[in-house]
């Protein structure tokens, strides 16, 4: 295991869908967790990190991904994961940690959330990510 200065956390989110914009621009990791990353999936479709998503058929459409050491946690898991790693600090981080700190809670309320991505994405007119398919 890697220093815990030296741990690198990934969030890799949808930059069209204002839900997952607000979880990147609030999202604060706790300082013993490491050194937060941002990849917005559309701005850079051919990153290396992206690469290892594809390839391990995890379909962003579905839902965001956090990589932490060498594992990518993929939707409601990504989620549980950024309540456990998050901070206290600030409204986003409090309501994220009491919704997503129970892996039960956050089975329940990960497909509401999703089905509100999808919709915001429909209402604002932006295509599907479609990662696991572009050429």
């Known amino acids: 295991m890697t220093e ?13 869908c204002p839900l997952c914009l607000m979880g990147a621009t609030h999202f604060r990791i706790k300082q013993a967790a490491g050194t937060l990353h941002l990849l917005d999936a559309r701005e850079h479709p051919n990153h290396p990190l992206m690469d290892e998503i594809n390839a391990r058929g995890i379909n962003l459409d579905e839902g965001m991904v956090i990589k932490l050491e060498q594992v990518l ?3 409601v898991d990504a989620l549980h994961i950024m309540a456990l790693l998050g901070t206290r600090s600030g409204w986003f981080n409090r309501i994220n940690t009491a919704l997503f700190k129970s892996k039960r809670l956050s089975a329940l309320l990960y497909p509401s959330f999703r089905g509100a991505r999808n919709l915001m994405l429909k209402l604002k007119g932006v295509r599907k990510i479609n990662n696991l398919y572009q050429a």
């Open 4 to 16: 815990l200065a030296d741990r690198h956390v990934w969030f890799v989110y949808d930059g069209q």
């Open 73 to 75: 946690y993929h939707g």
